[in-house]
């Protein structure tokens, strides 16, 4: 593996290249990009991907990426430059494009801005809560996931986020009147550290789920875009988002294996079925 930094407006990017070790053909490189994940949450997958090269990188401002911009909102049309300059750098387009969670966000501004840069992207289960039905509940859903990590810290924050992304169907009254769930129940810190930077649970990423993709351009371009669900997100937030966002575009969701991080390592602390969800990819990617 090779590990390159390129110079971005406001930005430098910390990307790494891992050649194939086996030779099978003429893929385009593959890029797998995540939000607010770094490059580190790809390894596993990308070790069941032994005949293509890998392309991973860390978004400014997390990892090894650095940000001069004086900014901390993490804004998927700035990313998506990011990525575009990247894969410049790679010798240009197309690429293909594996995206996962705020990443796919990221991954539909890319295509809609250059769609010359992506021959198949899969935009594994971006959270988009406004293009739900019940966009202004699942909104508010998320503001009171950011105010819970505001008033309290991390594990109130994380507690809610999980309450919120395994709801099942549309929030209702019934998931408001729920009480606010025990951290403890959870195995999150009770403690408040007094942190507020978190990717996740703070406002800096209000940007990514507020993003509204633009269908027209993203059907107009020449880009395959596959839309990925887990097997175990149907129904839930992400699941309900990745549905919507594929009837949009008038195409159906392809089921992957496992939940909303199933490619990760057996071993992490949110496991998936990483050599599962690589045949998976593989089979997609073949069909392009």
Avoid: C
Wanted: aromatic residues 6%; hydrophobic residues 40%.
């Amino acid at each position: 593996m090779e590990t390159r930094t390129l110079p971005t407006p406001g930005a430098e990017i910390v990307y790494d290249v891992a050649d194939a070790e086996i030779a099978s053909g003429e893929h385009p490189p593959l890029v797998m990009i995540g939000q607010p994940m770094d490059a580190s949450g790809f390894r596993a997958l990308a070790s069941y991907l032994p005949d293509r090269v890998v392309v991973t990188y860390d978004p400014r401002g997390l990892g090894r990426s650095t940000r001069s911009d004086g900014e901390v909102t993490n804004t998927p049309t700035t990313q998506a430059e990011d990525v575009h300059a990247v894969i410049q750098e790679l010798g240009g387009g197309p690429v293909d494009l594996f995206a996962s969670s705020g990443g796919a966000v990221t991954a539909l501004a890319l295509v809609a801005a250059h769609p010359e840069d992506v021959r198949t992207l899969v935009a594994h289960e971006p959270p988009l809560p406004g293009v739900l039905p019940d966009a202004e509940a699942a909104e508010r859903g998320l503001a009171d996931v950011h105010a819970a990590y505001d008033a309290k810290g991390f594990g109130a924050g994380m507690a809610a986020f999980v309450m919120m992304t395994s709801w099942r169907g549309e929030f209702t009254d019934d998931y408001f009147a729920l009480p606010a769930p025990d951290p403890a129940m959870f195995g999150m810190p009770t403690a408040d550290d007094g942190s507020r930077d978190d990717p996740l649970l703070s406002e800096r990423s209000v940007a990514i789920t507020a993003y509204r993709p633009d269908i027209a351009a993203l059907q107009a371009a020449p880009t395959r875009i596959v839309v990925a669900v887990g097997e175990e997100s149907e129904g839930i937030f992400t699941g309900r988002t990745s549905a919507a966002v594929a009837s949009l575009l008038g195409t159906e969701p392809v089921v992957f294996p496992s939940h909303h991080g199933g490619f990760a390592a057996e071993d992490s602390g949110y496991p998936g079925k990483p050599r599962e969800f690589a045949a998976r990819l593989r089979e997609v990617l073949d069909a392009s």
